[in-house]
């Protein structure tokens, strides 16, 4: 199993829609879960970060952490053009050597918010 | 967050090369860390810089490839030897930073294409 999946996409909504981006992750002592966007062309730009079981709003984005289930969700309320990138879900998985912080990251789920 | 300045922004070079990389923040960071993102791939951790001692090497990379300097709190160097194309892909400087120093934020990307 790999450590963070994403549902596969590409995913493609209406504008004004809701977008639901999905990610698993197999270690179940993790703390810190991610959300980046990124644009075609430009490096990772951080959306949303969760670190409590439940929901975390902030303007059009919430941000979904179930630890029992290993699943962390974002959604995207009033989707616009402007939204459309690779989303990529990302885990502080804890390690036990070496350095002592690592983010990892899913393969990304491709949004397309069609006018 | 921090303002991470990264240097070339692209660059083209020949096989069997070496290209160095250099990252620039604002501010003083504990931790700052080189990822790699291949064509069409997600971000994959290449090294830990650590600041006064020698890097640390995440699984399937090693310090003659990727040789990393971090002579301070606020600049590292990425260091590409001996490139192939396979080497072609984007490298990202990034720090832990934000409210809570638990974040990872990234600099604009050095794209690489090696011919």
């Known amino acids: 199993q790999k450590e963070v999946e994403q549902n596969s996409g590409p995913l493609s909504v209406p504008e004004g829609a809701i977008a639901s981006l999905n990610c698993t992750y197999s270690d179940r002592g993790s703390q810190s879960f991610f959300w980046y966007r990124q644009y075609s062309g430009k490096s990772p730009e951080l959306i949303m970060s969760?670190?409590?079981?439940g929901d975390k709003e902030d303007g059009r984005f919430t941000a979904q952490l179930n630890k029992a289930s290993q699943y962390v969700s974002l959604l995207i309320r009033d989707s616009q053009p402007s939204d459309s990138a690779t989303y990529l879900c990302a885990v502080n998985i804890p390690r036990r050597g070496g350095s002592n912080y690592k983010l990892t990251f899913g393969k990304g789920t491709l949004l397309t918010v069609n006018p | 967050s921090a303002v991470i300045s990264q240097k070339p922004s692209r660059d083209i070079c020949q096989r069997g090369t070496s290209l160095t990389i250099q990252c620039q923040v604002d501010s003083q960071v504990t931790m700052m860390f080189w990822y790699r993102q291949q064509p069409g791939q997600s971000l994959t951790l290449i090294a830990t810089?650590?600041?006064?001692?020698?890097?640390?090497?995440e699984s399937g990379f090693v310090i003659d490839k990727f040789p990393i300097s971090r002579p301070n709190l606020t600049f590292s160097t990425l260091t590409v030897s001996n490139m192939s194309p396979e080497d072609s892909s984007i490298y990202l400087c990034s720090v832990l930073s934000g409210q809570f120093g638990n974040t990872i934020y990234f600099g604009e990307g050095s794209w690489l294409t090696v011919v």
């Open positions: 810089a650590n600041q006064g001692s020698e890097a640390t090497y």
């Open positions: 969760i670190y409590s079981n």
